[in-house]
């Protein structure tokens, strides 16, 4: 939908590559275009997959949180305390299922 909203996975965007660009008065032509175009909206479907692969997928969201997580952590010096707690955990056996996320 053609919006003035911005959002983080726009810079990967490509009008006609990943998406198709639409509003009120141009959806149905738009759509209706690319329906008559399989191999058009073939490469518009792999496109399209690629941005949800990359950008908005669950695994894609989570990758790009632990390295925001990661790189605050390093900033403000979080990473001794992680290492300190680690150390208290294996060695006192303090959660036998413990997995750092």
Known sequence: ???PI???????LEAGA?????????????????????AAASALRRGAAAVDRDYVSADAIA???ATVTA???????????EAEL????????ACDAFVLV
């Open 86 to 93: 680690l150390r208290l955990f294996e060695a006192n056996d």
């Open 71 to 81: 790189a605050l952590r390093d900033r403000a010096g979080f990473a001794l305390v």
């Open 18 to 38: 990943t998406h198709l660009v639409v509003d009120r008065a141009s959806a149905a032509d738009v759509v209706g275009v690319a329906l008559r175009d399989d």
């Open 63 to 65: 990758a790009h949180l």
């Open 6 to 12: 911005v959002e983080w996975y726009y810079p990967a």
């Open 1 to 3: 939908w053609d919006t």
